[in-house]
């Protein structure tokens, strides 16, 4: 596989924008070649009349859709922000809202299964977000207070049984384990999910 294709594989899997050191650490290439690898990426894109484009914003690119496919991509995102929650979706909200702010990586050790897709329907419906304070090198993510408003709730310590489900045994050996394993960026995750597609997809299909 060649550098650009890499790349945008990673950055599809990622949906979010990443900066070129960034992508230059997690592929291990200089970053002048990754510049490169970007520019043949964006071109190979428009003259093939794919409908994702690569967006750049300063030192950071995102792949995104074109302006033309606006509508259809608005209509899927209504559907997807209205539509009920998945079992998944709800298992990872409850896990947030009982036991963030956490990391995507704890939530994975939680849940056994690659969470990024499931983060950012959560993020679209406007039930989770993403913290601006980074730890470990990490977003964090939390419910935020629209899902506290639909509970009806002041905050996450009146949720039933909170105090004890917290602090579960279990929950917190799982996540002592994660702290005493190296901290991957998300970046990096991404990337292990781009060596490894069939695997994370099917888990997020079958949940």
């Known amino acids: 596989m060649t550098l650009d294709q890499t790349i945008e594989a990673m950055l599809f899997a990622a949906a979010k924008p990443f900066p070129i050191k960034r992508l230059a650490e997690v592929t291990q290439s200089p970053a002048p070649d990754v510049e490169s690898a970007l ?3 964006a071109e190979r894109l428009d003259a093939s009349g794919s409908a994702i484009m690569l967006q750049k914003n300063g030192h950071e690119y995102e792949l995104v859709t074109r302006p033309d496919a ?6 899927v995102v209504n559907e997807e922000a209205q539509g009920e929650l998945s079992r998944a979706a709800l298992e990872a909200l409850t896990i947030l809202a ?5 990391t995507r990586a704890e939530l994975e050790q939680i849940r056994g ?3 990024s897709i499931i983060l950012r329907n959560l ?3 406007g039930l989770i977000e993403q913290a601006e ?3 470990l090198g990490q977003p964090v993510y939390a419910v935020t207070f629209e899902f506290l408003n639909h509970l009806g709730v002041k905050g996450v310590d ?3 049984e909170y105090a004890d489900l917290r602090g579960h045994a279990v929950i917190t050996d799982m996540l002592a384990q994660l702290e005493a394993t190296p901290v991957k960026s998300e970046a990096t995750a991404s990337a292990e999910q781009v060596r490894q597609p069939a695997e994370g997809v099917a888990d997020e299909t079958q949940k």
Do not use: I
């Not at 009982?98 to 956490?102: A, D, E, L």
């Open 39 to 41: 520019k043949v990426l």
């Open 70 to 75: 606006a509508e259809a991509v608005a209509q």
């Open 98 to 102: 009982y036991r963030g702010p956490m």
């Open 113 to 115: 299964v690659h969470s």
């Open 123 to 125: 993020m679209l419906r």
């Open 133 to 135: 304070d980074d730890r």
């Open 158 to 160: 009146e949720l039933p």
